[in-house]
Nanobody, 127 residues
Framework: QVQLVESGGGLVQAGGSLRLSCTAS????????MGWFRQAPGKEREFVAA????????YYADSVKGRFTISRDNAKNTLYLQMNSLKPEDTAVYYC????????????????????WGQGTQVIVSS
């Protein structure tokens, strides 16, 4: 069973930046699409960004497009989310997920596409 460990969350002022990381155990990281979701208090977990197994395709929620960048380093088994121009509405627990099917390049924007999740990292953006 793969383990996903997120890090990099914290408290930041509006307009600031954070970079989240998600490190995966095992040796199959490079064949799975990966994604970031977030969950604010009282709300459902929502899609933020996803990246295909090769890194060649990226997908973003409209609310973060142009501000967030997803990337991956397959040699390091690590997924990243660079978050710039943060807003108070970005406050949430951020989770990384691993796609349920290997070599997926599409369909990574829905929760059902993911089979494994990390424990989450808290991001708080103050106004």
């Amino acid at each position: 069973q793969v383990q996903l460990v997120e890090s990099g969350g914290g408290l930041v002022q509006a307009g600031g930046s954070l970079r989240l990381s998600c490190t995966a155990s095992g040796r199959t990281f490079s064949i799975y699409g990966m994604g970031w979701f977030r969950q604010a208090p009282g709300k459902e977990r929502e899609f933020v960004a996803a990246i295909s197994f090769s890194g060649g395709a990226q997908y973003y929620a409209d609310s973060v497009k142009g501000r967030f960048t997803i990337s991956r380093d397959n040699a390091k088994n690590t997924l990243y989310l660079q978050m710039n121009s943060l807003k108070p509405e970005d406050t949430a627990v951020y989770y990384c997920g691993r796609g349920a099917r290997p070599h997926a390049t599409v369909g990574l924007t829905g929760r059902a596409a993911y089979g494994n999740w990390g424990q989450g990292t808290q991001v708080i953006v103050s106004s």
